[in-house]
Every structure is written in structure tokens, then in C-alpha cells.
């Protein structure tokens, strides 16, 4: 079946330190990966995405790249804002079209 | 492209009322989701729809629960006879439905049952 890992939260962080958040999924057939930003009071964005395998998906500062050996799609920022706090869900698209499997979210709280 | 757009907002409903949601999709987008989502969880899968087909729901979706798209357009989500257990956010999303196409989302309705 289809499902998404996602590292346990929350996550506290002081500003310029390193983010990781792992992620790693199971998926049937070659699916596509994401990972969507909700901040405080508004709605799931996309953050990034990659499509295929050892694809690099970047925004923001962000990245993820998709591992297909360690069905892995961690998301990484070398030095993280204030204005980063939020919370991270990882996802998968198997490209039946049917739906997104959502990881289970990690909060991430950067202080200054 | 004004987004995918959900009202209302927020509702606030006594247990055992009828409640109706809805959401207008990104124009051109011919894919259409319902999800809900309870706090500290991600959106769990409700239904889907390829323009006014819906083509798959989840087991989470009662028999209380029913969603329309007509003319693959805009889509409602109605929630019969409600129960203080379906209280959550109930998230809206659309597709353009190419490969590695992302899923644009809403703000959500938020729903208390009372």
C-alpha cells in the first residue's frame, strides 16, 4: 500500500540552526513526493516537490531530494528563520490520481 | 487565479443537524479532494472527484456523508445528522491531474458540533 513516515514532532530550533526532517514513505509503482507548509491560521502550501527519483526539489531555501534506494524524502534548510515556524507534512502522490497520503505533520518552532 | 476557495469558514452546528460545505476549485483544474483534518494529525483522504465523477471515497466516509460536483465544477460536502466526533477542519483541494501535478488547497471549514 501506499503511506507516509514522517519524524515525530514538535521541533524547537534556534535561528541560523540546521533543519532536518525526515521523511520516508511506501508507495506501489513511482510516485511523486512533496512536502506542504502550514503556517499558524492559514491553509497547506506547497513547499516543494520531486518527481522522480534523485530529484532535487528546492524553495525557500529549503530542499528535499528523492531517494528511491531508502524511500526517503527528508526536508533540509541550512539555516532556519523565525518566519520558518510551522508545520511540515510530507506527502505522496502514487500518480493513480486518486489521492495525497499525508504524513502526520511536525511542528516546528524557531526561536530567536 | 484566485485559488481554491472554501465557505463557510468556520461552522458551529448542534449534534444531529444537517450541515453543507463547499468548495470552488481552481478553474481549470479537473481534480477535486476532501480531506479532514483533527489537530496534530495530517488530512486524511474523504473523496475524490474527476470532474463531476467521484471515483473513489474513503471508508472514513459514512453513509452520513455525501459530496456532489456538478458539472465538475464547484463541489459540496454534506454532513447528516452530525455527531460531535465528525468536530474537525474539512480541507478542500484541486489538481490539475498531470503527473507530479500538486494538489492546491483551501483554507478550510472549521466544524464544531456542539
Known amino acids: 500500500g501506499n503511506s507516509v513516515t514522517q519524524m515525530e514532532g514538535p521541533v524547537t530550533l534556534s535561528e541560523e540552526a540546521f533543519l532536518t526532517i525526515n521523511c520516508t514513505y511506501t508507495?506501489?509503482?513511482?510516485?511523486?513526493l512533496f512536502w506542504y507548509v502550514q503556517y499558524p491560521g492559514e491553509g497547506l502550501q506547497l513547499l516543494l516537490k520531486?518527481?522522480?527519483?534523485?530529484d532535487k526539489g528546492s524553495n525557500k531555501g529549503f530542499e528535499a531530494t528523492y531517494r528511491k534506494e531508502t524511500t526517503s524524502f527528508h526536508l533540509e534548510k541550512g539555516s532556519v528563520q523565525v518566519s520558518d515556524s510551522a508545520v511540515y507534512f510530507c506527502?505522496?502522490?502514487?500518480?493513480?490520481?486518486?489521492?495525497?497520503?499525508f504524513g502526520t505533520g511536525t511542528s516546528l518552532t524557531v526561536i530567536p | 487565479d484566485t485559488g481554491v476557495s472554501q465557505n463557510p469558514r468556520h461552522k458551529i452546528t448542534k449534534r444531529g443537524q444537517n450541515v453543507t460545505f463547499r468548495c470552488d476549485p481552481i478553474?481549470?483544474?479537473?481534480?477535486l479532494y476532501w480531506y479532514r483534518q483533527t489537530l496534530g494529525q495530517g488530512p486524511e483522504f474523504l473523496t475524490y472527484?474527476?470532474?463531476?465523477?467521484?471515483?473513489?471515497k474513503s471508508r472514513l466516509l459514512s453513509d452520513r456523508f455525501s459530496a456532489e460536483r456538478p458539472k465538475g465544477s464547484f463541489s459540496t460536502l454534506e454532513i447528516q445528522r452530525t455527531e460531535q466526533g465528525d468536530s474537525a477542519m474539512y480541507l478542500c483541494?484541486?489538481?490539475?491531474?498531470?503527473?507530479?501535478?500538486?494538489?492546491?488547497f483551501g483554507q478550510g471549514t472549521r466544524l464544531t458540533v456542539v
Open positions: 483541494a484541486s489538481s490539475l491531474g498531470t503527473g507530479g501535478a500538486e494538489a492546491f
Open positions: 508507495a506501489t509503482g513511482y510516485p511523486s
Open positions: 520531486a518527481t522522480k527519483a534523485d
Open positions: 506527502a505522496l502522490d502514487p500518480n493513480t490520481g486518486n489521492q495525497f497520503y
Open positions: 478553474s481549470e483544474h479537473n481534480r
Open positions: 472527484f474527476q470532474n463531476e465523477a467521484q471515483l473513489e
